[in-house]
């Protein structure tokens, strides 16, 4: 979705970091950036402080785990579903 926002509002360059490798729309999983059906062209520059930014990817999605994982557990405890 986000790729296609970026054509449809003709979004002339993408700067990231991180790669998503199990969703990632401009490389990653698939290129639709580079789709020759596409009517506009984003540039993209990619790796900009990519160590960086995949450590904080990941401790975001550790801490939700983490976060639901306690959820469950108090929910469990008070007997709620």
């Known amino acids: ?3 296609g926002a970026m054509v449809h509002s ?6 990231f970091g991180a790669r998503d490798a199990k969703t990632g729309a401009a490389g990653s999983l698939m290129d639709v ?3 020759p059906g596409m009517n ?12 960086s930014c995949s450590a ?3 401790d975001f999605f550790r801490w939700r785990r983490e976060e ?7 929910r469990a405890q008070t007997g709620e579903s």
């Open 1 to 3: 979705m986000c790729a």
């Open 33 to 35: 950036l580079h789709h």
């Open 10 to 15: 003709r979004i002339a360059r993408l700067v």
């Open 56 to 58: 904080m990817l990941s």
């Open 68 to 74: 639901k994982k306690a959820l469950k557990k108090a």
């Open 40 to 51: 506009h062209r984003v540039e993209i520059s990619e790796g900009v402080l990519a160590e």
